[in-house]
Nanobody, 128 residues
Framework: QGPLVESGGGSVQAGGSLRLSCAAT????????LGWFRQAPGKEREGVAR???????????YYADSVKGRFTISQDNAKRTLFLQMNSLKPEDTAIYYC??????????????????WGQGTQVTVSS
């Protein structure tokens, strides 16, 4: 098992909310990027939100246009846990959601190739 473990997925009707959690099971360092990604059936994995941690304090978050204003990325430093609060969910948000960490460089993007640690994924299903 990798160092990132997600939880909190489930099924919800359109307009509802879910909160995803991603727990780091070990110390990943002082400065690194954390991100949330999703992958719908038949589609490529896409970045949803990311935040850069400097000495475990969160920097300015960044969101994909498709979730801006609806999703919020945050972290609990003491618990080494990353969150994704998802509000006003839409059927097109249905996907497997992954958290990821980029610990090997200073890049902090929404490109999956820049991340070296991945969680196992959690399913989010939004019905209309």
């Amino acid at each position: 098992q990798g160092p990132l473990v997600e939880s909190g997925g489930g099924s919800v009707q359109a307009g509802g909310s879910l909160r995803l959690s991603c727990a780091a099971t070990r110390n990943l360092g002082n400065n690194y990027c954390l991100g949330w990604f999703r992958q719908a059936p038949g589609k490529e994995r896409e970045g949803v939100a990311r935040i850069y941690l400097i000495y475990v304090r969160g920097g300015t978050p960044y969101y994909a246009d498709s979730v801006k204003g609806r999703f919020t990325i945050s972290q609990d430093n003491a618990k080494r846990t990353l969150f994704l609060q998802m509000n006003s969910l839409k059927p097109e948000d249905t996907a497997i959601y992954y958290c990821a960490a980029a610990t090997h460089s200073s890049r902090c993007t929404l490109e999956p190739r820049d991340y070296n640690y991945w969680g196992q994924g959690t399913q989010v299903t939004v019905s209309s």
